[in-house]
């Protein structure tokens, strides 16, 4: 399957970048990703818990960035084993470009599957590929583009964390309850 597309992001395209070498931000973009851990230089080993047609199954697997020019281009690739369902393998190659006062993001995905998971048919995996890539790069950009992404929440006693701050923690924003 083979899947390319283009989203505007109302952020600098410094900041898209940072965005997508960060674990945290990828790990909360990835549906179903129970946990990420590794760095860009070694990968990424991730668990990925999805449901395609009948199969359920928890992917774990490598996460690769390569074919990396700064600030401008990267390539994700992961490949998952999800036991008896089978195997999930596939890349999306990401280029960033100044637009306007934000960042034209334009992803080809490409996308493979064998085991159980390939007797549903392509159909089936097409569909979920593509719905797979649109909710990646979907929330990605709303995490970049959420109110507040740049500054950090206080929290009431047993409250969760919202999925936003990543850019202040990056970047050292130390005007809010950090080192002075």
Not at 59 to 80: N, Q, Y
């Amino acid at each position: 399957m083979q899947l390319t597309d283009q989203r505007i992001i109302n952020a600098a395209p410094e900041t898209v970048w940072a965005a997508i070498m960060n674990p945290e931000v990828l790990k909360a973009c990835v549906p179903g990703c129970e946990s990420m851990t590794g760095s860009a230089a070694e990968g990424y080993a991730a668990v990925v818990v999805q449901k395609v047609g009948p199969v359920s199954a928890r992917f774990t697997g490598l996460v690769r960035l390569s074919d990396i020019v700064e600030g401008r281009e990267v390539t994700l690739s992961g490949e998952g084993k999800g036991g008896p369902a089978g195997f999930a393998k596939g890349s999306a190659k990401v280029t960033m470009a100044p637009e306007g006062g934000g960042t034209l993001l334009t992803y080809e995905v490409n996308a493979n599957v064998g085991g159980k998971l390939a007797q549903l048919g392509s159909r089936i995996i097409d569909g979920f590929a593509k719905k797979m890539a649109d909710q990646f790069f979907e929330r990605f950009q709303e995490t970049i583009e959420a109110p507040g992404a740049e500054e950090e929440t206080v929290l009431a006693e047993g409250e969760e964390a919202p999925k936003r701050g990543w850019l202040r923690r990056m970047f050292g924003n130390e005007s809010k309850g950090g080192k002075e």
